[in-house]
Structure formats: structure tokens, C-alpha cells
């Protein structure tokens, strides 16, 4: 028998961040639970995909020791129905598990942890630090450039190239690149490549407070984050990643500033007209202080102008829609530099001020 009584809200959150972890088909059918270890007072919950993992350790009352594993879904919905604070779970030998909150009882089934996989061991780097708002933005801001194509698995990942100043993160799928950089201190130079899916969890969990650090490690097969007591790992992606930098332009012949969210509800009305079937580039002419933007298809047919601030040649270029109106909501700024050397060549889009960021976007030929 094991018996353990937690706070109820801190077990319902661990509960709900460890379960992304949870595989949710495999031939193990350990791995498609949730497995519980208690230690006395300590409680481990691990969710694992053989790729993929999150633990997470929360304080119990309790005097026992051994392991099982669970269902979350199940487990973590009675929990949040639950009305007390605290919650009372207990195994009995046949692992039948009842909850108890109040005047509230629950019995569900749980299994033994005996054909739970052994988790990665990791040979670790010395790691980096940095704060958690500030990579969650830098995930938020490259992540959509990722490739969704598995013809080059390495590139369906993010580059992290970690040197003892500077953090920079880079995704690239052949038609577009975003890049991200900051400052940062590490004791050693490093690069790897981590699963989108394993970013987006990431930035799903931390925090807003600057305060807040997350610790970034990594060996030759795994990276770590650890951050507000969860650790995530996750498998990293093998193969050559594309020479990014030797991409990026070194000059432009014209520049254009504009509003950031004028420019967004611009590409927003011209993607009503655009779906799998009806599609269609937007052409964009920059000319006169102004943007012209025009696109049509099957649906319709839209005519468009706001204001620019233009410095050089007149420019008129074609865009994919989807992919320019992504790198525009990822700027995150009020303003966002775009910057051509005529209209056949790849668009760099930039913050105001320096270069943070760097957005590529690969232009669509025009029919004259």
C-alpha cells in the first residue's frame, strides 16, 4: 500500500505540464501513462515518449516508497473537479488508486511501473542561463520557419549556436529563415539541434518574469531545460544543418519602414481570399510613400494601401501570403524594416533598430 496527501492545485499543475510528455501511442503501454514514483516525502511524475520527457518533483506527506504508473487524462481531470485543497491518493497491492478531497472519493486503476523504459543518461555540458521570457520569445519569434517537410528531418528543428557571449537560434525551410539572437555567458561553444515540438512545449511553461532563469544543456545526443522545478529533455535531431549565414544579404538598394500592425491587418484582409484551393501571391508594389498590395482568386479579388516610409527604387515583389504575414506577426515590434534589392531577390525583414532579428523570405515570380 502507498499513500501519499499533496496540495491539490500544485499536483493538478505538474499533473497537466508532465502529461505533454505522455506518448500517446506505443507499443509499451507503460509509455502511455503517466508514472508516479514516491520517495517519502517527495513525489516524481514523469512523462516519456522515448524521444520526448518532462519530470517534475512536488512535495507530499507521506512515509512510503515505490512506483506506478497512471493515466493522466483521467487522473488529472478528477483532480481538477476536486473541491479541497489538498488531495489523499492511495495504492493498494493490485493497483487500484483512490483519490480522496473533502467529502469527495475516487477510484480509478493504475499498473505497475515494472515496463516503464529506463530514461536517457545524459553526459552533460557545463549549460548556459537565460531568462525565461526571453527565450520563450526567441522560440515564439523563429519556430514558425521550421520545416514541416520530413525530407530533411535536421531541418524540421532549431539550430541553437551557443558561444561564451551570444545565444543564437535559427530555423529555415527553404523558402524562409528567421533568425534570433541575444547575449548571453557560457563556458564553453556548443551546437545542436532541438524538435519544434519540444520548443513549443518549452515556451508553453515558462514564465513571463524576468527573473526567472531557465538552464539550457546539452551532450551529444540530448538537450536539457530546466526551469520552476520541471526538467524537459528531449532527443536531439542529427544531421548537417544549412549554412544559414552565408544566405543572409550583406546590402540592400531599398528600404522600407512600416507600421507593424497596419502591415499585418493588410496581409490578414488579403488571406480571406486565399485557401488550398483559391491561392495566390499578393503582389506588392512599394512606391510614393505608400504600399500597394493586390491579390486575386477564385473568391475575389482585393486592392490595398498604407503608408510607408520608402528610401531607394521603387520595388514591386510578389510574397506568399502566409509565409510574409507569419514573419511580420513574429517581429513582435511596432515597426519592422524590409529591405529588397529589386524584386527577384530574397526580402530581409529587421527590427527599427539593428538586427535582433533577421526574417528572409524567398519572393514569388510575377505574371507581367
Excluded at 151 to 177: H, M, N, Q, W
Excluded at 265 to 284: D, F, H, Q, T
Aim: hydrophobic fraction near 40%; proline fraction near 4%; aromatic fraction near 8%.
Amino acid at each position: 500500500m502507498l499513500k501519499f496527501t499533496c496540495n491539490r492545485q500544485s499536483f493538478y499543475t505538474a499533473i497537466t505540464h508532465v502529461a505533454k510528455g505522455v506518448s500517446q501511442k506505443s507499443t509499451i503501454p507503460a509509455l502511455e501513462r503517466l508514472k508516479l514514483r514516491l520517495d517519502h516525502d517527495n513525489l516524481e511524475l514523469t512523462g516519456y515518449d522515448l524521444e520526448f520527457g518532462i519530470q517534475r518533483s512536488i512535495d507530499v506527506e507521506s512515509d512510503d516508497v515505490g512506483e506506478f504508473v497512471i493515466l493522466p487524462r483521467l487522473l488529472s481531470e478528477a483532480v481538477r473537479r476536486f473541491s479541497g485543497d489538498t488531495v489523499t491518493m492511495e495504492v493498494d497491492d493490485n493497483y487500484l488508486v483512490r483519490l480522496f478531497s473533502e467529502e469527495t472519493q475516487f477510484q480509478i486503476s493504475a499498473m505497475s511501473a515494472e515496463e516503464y523504459p529506463t530514461l536517457p543518461s545524459l553526459d552533460l555540458n557545463a549549460g548556459m542561463q537565460i531568462e525565461q521570457p526571453v527565450l520563450s520569445s526567441m522560440i515564439r519569434q523563429t519556430s514558425y520557419a521550421a520545416s514541416v517537410s520530413e525530407a530533411k528531418p535536421v531541418l524540421t528543428g532549431e539550430l541553437f549556436e551557443v558561444t561564451s557571449d551570444s545565444l543564437c537560434v535559427a530555423a529555415i525551410d527553404g523558402y524562409r529563415l528567421a533568425v534570433r539572437q541575444e547575449p548571453i555567458s557560457s563556458a564553453e561553444a556548443y551546437r545542436f539541434v532541438v524538435p519544434k515540438r519540444t520548443l513549443l512545449e518549452v515556451a508553453n511553461m515558462l514564465r513571463d518574469e524576468a527573473d526567472e532563469l531557465c538552464t539550457i544543456s546539452a551532450d551529444r545526443r540530448y538537450v536539457v531545460f530546466e526551469f520552476n522545478g520541471y526538467t524537459v529533455f528531449s532527443r536531439l535531431l542529427e544531421g548537417e544543418f544549412h549554412n544559414y549565414r552565408s544566405s543572409i544579404p550583406t546590402a540592400f538598394e531599398t528600404e522600407i519602414t512600416m507600421d507593424t500592425s497596419e502591415l499585418t491587418r493588410c496581409l490578414e484582409r488579403c488571406s480571406l481570399l486565399i485557401s488550398g484551393k483559391y491561392n495566390a501571391p499578393v503582389r506588392c508594389k512599394f512606391s510614393g510613400g505608400f504600399l500597394e498590395v493586390w491579390c486575386k482568386t477564385g473568391i475575389g479579388e482585393i486592392h490595398d494601401r498604407i503608408p510607408a516610409q520608402i528610401s531607394g527604387p521603387d520595388v514591386t515583389i510578389g510574397f506568399d501570403n502566409r509565409f510574409l504575414l507569419e514573419a511580420v506577426r513574429a517581429a513582435d515590434c511596432d515597426q519592422i524594416r524590409i529591405q529588397l534589392t529589386g524584386g527577384n531577390r530574397v526580402a530581409k525583414l529587421v527590427p527599427p533598430q539593428g538586427e535582433s532579428f533577421i526574417f528572409l523570405l524567398m519572393p514569388i515570380q510575377l505574371r507581367q
